[in-house]
């Protein structure tokens, strides 16, 4: 049962720019947001979910896939609670369901790159036309 849900997905040309959300679901409270690190991640058709990009819990900290640096961007509102990617100069290649997820952790500066989240959402599809 997907905790997170996403939003944002949705068909594009190249070179074009989205940005996708992240939140608790279904009773899923990420309070305080202040705990929680957060990574996306995404699965195109016929291959394995990659990672995409990750933030510590206070933001201090970011790392991105070589195929995302430069143009995709990981960000959190503690405000809003809420995680966000910024996706811009879009490829085809980048078409994919993405998938965000968050770990509570007490480190301040861990990022996770693998797929040792405890709570996921249940993908939205990024479609990238050429």
């Known amino acids: 049962q997907a905790q997170l849900v996403e939003s944002g997905g949705g068909l594009v040309q190249t070179g074009d720019s989205l940005r996708l959300s992240c939140a608790g679901s279904?009773?899923?409270?990420?309070?305080?947001?202040?705990?929680?690190?957060m990574g996306w991640f995404r699965q195109a058709p016929g291959k394995e979910r990659e990672f995409v990009a990750a933030?510590?819990?206070?933001?201090?900290?970011?790392t991105y896939a070589d195929s995302v640096k430069g143009r995709f961007t990981i960000s959190k509102d503690y405000n809003k609670v809420m995680g966000y990617l910024q996706m811009n100069s879009l490829q085809p290649e980048d078409t994919a369901v993405y998938y965000c997820?968050?770990?509570?952790?007490?480190?301040?500066?861990?990022?996770?790159?693998?797929?040792?989240?405890?709570?996921w959402g249940q993908g939205t599809q990024v479609t990238v036309a050429s």
């Open positions: 279904g009773g899923t409270y990420l309070s305080p947001f202040s705990d929680y690190a």
């Open positions: 933030i510590s819990r206070y933001g201090s900290v970011t």
């Open positions: 997820a968050a770990e509570r952790t007490e480190s301040t500066r861990r990022v996770i790159t693998t797929n040792n989240y405890d709570l």
